[in-house]
């Protein structure tokens, strides 16, 4: 336990509160909620930047709302993770003098909450990403035998932390475990429905004993929400949101003309499952299947600070001109630091290798048009990938299209995409149609013996997300001309909920 505060002082930093907890000076009001208040403060004598969360009961060790503020700083003590805000001191107060506060890591950012204010509707690997750090920590605290029990994008927060000495990487941090409770609860809570109702599990509405699927069930609502811009089992039937979550299956994101790709929206439909033993047996098991979906689309699972940072930008919580011009003189300065190191290059040998390699240029050009018949019919503004000779008898073209197409080669319906291999074909020239039911595209392709020529095509299809999977054919192919268009938005102060 650390050594007692100095007795709060009387003068008023912002509209009545306290100026002073401790050695923490008060700079600013973050929030303010029905058991406690948050506030930015800096350290003394090292002018760190922290978060004060502060019980606004002093009736005693005995109070309810004591014993949970407590238990949540001793939570937050015993889980140390990237994603997991981090306790950095804790005072349990003093009847009638004091109040029990503890001391968080400062996210300069937004809440999760506050960037879909601004920005409703994140695109797939957005989402993705939010829910995988998010899913990180959990996984981390369930672990650990923690149950959160309120995960919510209130309690979800984006930003740069002061506590990566100088780093300037976006992260997202999980906030707020007090409502959380470990699996064998010594105040028997684990039958209480505490939390945020539209974000709750069927479980836990109904006051049942809930463990680590309960945070996969809101995890789930959380992803959804930042999918389609709107919680799954919102509606305007008149019933309560509750008896939605308890019965409803969630909203199917084509109803309300939002495309995702099919693997992530597996993902949330098994999260949503309403059976607890039909969500992931394990939360690290969450994590796989989010990076799984996340390894084609990102650079780095392990630092997706590029994408929060884009999210932030578009919600007007970052401007990402200003954090680049912030940059810049950080790596000119690292640049100048060291000596300037130029290595003598002798000019025979160089002058040497450039006319060789202009000779074999030209020849090499000359042979490819003689071999193919002269330069290829440019049909498609879009090129072919790479050409592999596999050193085989006969020709082979592989086809991929987004969403997906009827094949016609040379006249002759193929099949329809996906196909399951390579098509076989003669050498030569083929013309190839690809055909959806709002779109045709033609291509001409040039394939010589032995080659393997991979035709990768994204149909200019409305409604459909060109980054999307190779989709089958639907029995009753959709017509939706859904856009994912982002509105413009206002910039949003750093804000963390309490």
Do not use: C
């Amino acid at each position: 336990m650390n050594e007692p505060s100095a007795p709060l002082s009387g003068r008023p930093s912002v509209a009545g509160h306290p100026a002073r907890f401790g050695h923490y000076r008060v700079t600013g009001v973050l929030g303010t909620g029905v058991t406690a208040n948050v506030y930015r403060a800096e350290a003394d004598g090292i002018a760190r930047v922290v978060v004060l969360k502060v019980l606004r009961s002093t009736t005693g060790r005995e109070s309810v709302f004591f014993r949970r503020f407590e238990r949540e700083a001793k939570l937050l003590a015993s889980l140390r993770h990237p994603n997991l805000i981090e306790l950095f001191d804790y005072d349990a107060g003093s009847a009638g003098e004091r109040p029990p506060f503890m001391v968080l890591e400062h996210v300069e950012g937004a809440s999760l909450l506050d960037v879909l204010a601004r920005a409703p509707r994140l695109e797939p690997e957005e989402a993705a990403a939010v829910a995988l750090e998010v899913a990180r920590a959990l996984a981390h605290a369930h672990a650990r035998g923690v149950v959160h029990r309120d995960i919510k994008p209130a309690n979800v927060l984006l930003g740069r932390t002061s506590a990566n000495d100088g780093d300037d990487r976006v992260v997202v941090k999980v906030a707020d475990l007090g409502v959380a409770s470990e699996r064998d609860p010594s105040e028997g809570e684990s039958g209480e429905s505490l939390g945020t109702p539209a974000y709750m599990s069927p479980e836990q509405l109904l006051g049942e004993a809930v463990d680590h699927r309960t945070d996969q069930f809101a995890l789930g609502i959380v992803l959804y929400q930042m999918l389609a811009g709107a919680r799954p089992f919102d509606g305007d039937d008149g019933r309560p949101a509750i008896q939605r979550i308890r019965r409803d299956p969630p909203r199917p994101f084509k109803n309300i003309g939002v495309v995702v790709p099919r693997a992530l929206e597996q993902i949330v439909l098994r999260l949503l499952s309403k059976r607890p033993s039909d969500r992931f047996e394990r939360s690290d098991e969450v994590v796989a299947e989010l990076s799984r979906f996340l390894e084609s689309r990102v650079d780095h699972l392990d630092n997706l600070s590029a994408v929060h940072r884009r999210v932030l930008a578009r919600s007007g919580v970052l401007d990402e001109r200003k954090a680049m011009r912030e940059e810049a003189p950080a790596r000119v300065t690292a640049l100048r630091a060291g000596p300037l190191r130029v290595r003598a290059v002798p000019l025979t040998p160089t002058l040497i290798g450039v006319a060789v390699a202009a000779l074999a240029m030209v020849f090499g050009g000359a042979y490819v048009q003689w071999k193919l018949g002269g330069i290829r019919e440019r049909e498609a503004p879009k090129p072919l990938l790479p050409v592999v000779n596999d050193g085989g008898d006969t020709a082979r073209i592989k086809i991929l299209v987004r969403p997906w197409a009827e094949i016609v080669l040379d006249g002759k319906r193929v099949d329809v995409t996906p196909l399951a291999r390579p098509l076989s074909v003669r050498p030569g020239r083929h013309v190839i149609l690809l055909q959806h039911p709002l779109v045709t595209e033609r291509r001409v392709v040039d394939v010589g013996q032995g080659q393997l020529v991979t035709l990768d095509v994204a149909l200019s299809v409305p409604g459909a997300n060109a980054a999307d999977e190779f989709l089958p054919p639907p029995t009753m192919p959709s017509t939706s001309t859904s856009t994912s268009a982002k509105p413009t938005v206002a910039p949003v102060p750093s804000s963390l909920n309490p």
